[in-house]
């Protein structure tokens, strides 16, 4: 008779592994898992084609026997019954994931709250009067800036003509390392010029994971005679 006809896992002493029903016939310690379990996968090599389904019903019924002859060590004292308090007191430590870089698309979003961060820094530094008598009311400050096109180009080329005096194509700097001064109204001119740079790809601008902007200046692009222009007349100027 073939092993296809009449396979070996239906047959004594394997078929107590494959046959659920006869785990409750048989003696736990009248049987050898481990050499039963350690026979079964040597037929099912030799078979050559492995049956997934048999060996999970192998896997389940060595487990019955285990637990069976387990139970039987903790009734006669053999085994301390587990502690269920044990599970509830252990604490797990917590693991702090590794600094990495990551080189994700940033938001404008992401930018602008780095930004406001780098802002706040600025205000921080400024180190507070010794003395105070009074202090008048101060009416909060409120920036206008005129949106013509004129004068947006002239901020952005302003800006590019100080990164150059700074910086090489192909250097990277922190955006607070470029600034002139950390007032508000700096901080905001520069970044804005910057935004527009970067989609002029006059330059690279990035944050990592401490918040912290970089940018990092390219090859100038083909640029329209006119904004060439305006650049050439702010680097004579300065």
Known sequence: MSDEENPFWITPPYILLTDVLQLDKVEPWNVDVGKLVAGFLREMKRLGDID???SGNALYSASVIFMKKTRDLVELGVLP??????DED???PLIRPPFRLTNRRVTIQELLLAMDKVLKKGVRRR???KKRRSRPEVEPISFTMDVTRADVEETIAEVYSDLRKIMDVG???RFQD???NNTRREIVRVFFAMLHLHGRAFLD???DDDWTIWITLKEPPEVPDEEKELIQEQLVEE
């Open 205 to 207: 601008i990035w944050m």
């Open 178 to 180: 470029i600034l002139m």
């Open 127 to 129: 180190s507070p009067p």
């Open 171 to 173: 250097d990277t700097a």
């Open 90 to 92: 252990m604490e797990i």
């Open 81 to 86: 019954e587990d502690d269920e308090d044990d």
């Open 52 to 54: 997934f389904r048999v």
